[in-house]
């Protein structure tokens, strides 16, 4: 019997290592569930941080660039009318232009800054 008191030492020691592993890969499994939280966390702000820029981006390419086209083409025919026709018809236009220029750049800047604001809050620190 003396023969097997090894063996059975050696499988307390196999157990005890066992265990050991064991708790070992919870703790592992609970820190890259942990993880994994903290990733999706992440990639739902760049989301949502990324479909903002999409928005304001979208403000620029067509809200600013509408008016600034028409002031544009205001000046590009501007040469082919009377002094008192560009002061009666195309100032007008050209103002209103200007105007509507105006107002969607401010809308621009004033999301672009609400935007800033909102990720700088939610940067993680």
Request: without cysteine.
């Amino acid at each position: 019997m003396q023969g097997f008191k090894p063996i059975s030492e050696t499988n307390k020691n196999l157990l005890a290592a066992l265990n050991v592993i064991n708790s070992q890969k919870a703790q592992i499994s609970k820190i890259v569930d942990q993880q994994k939280e903290v990733i999706d966390d992440r990639t739902k702000e760049l989301k949502e941080k990324n479909k903002e820029l999409a928005e304001i981006s979208q403000l620029n390419a067509h809200t600013v660039r509408e008016p600034l086209s028409r002031i544009l083409g205001l000046i590009e025919i501007s040469d082919y009318y009377s002094a008192e026709e560009l002061k009666t018809e195309v100032l007008d236009h050209l103002k209103t232009s200007s105007e509507d220029l105006d107002k969607a750049l401010k809308d621009v800047i004033e999301r672009s800054a609400k935007a800033i604001e909102l990720f700088s809050s939610k940067s993680p620190q």
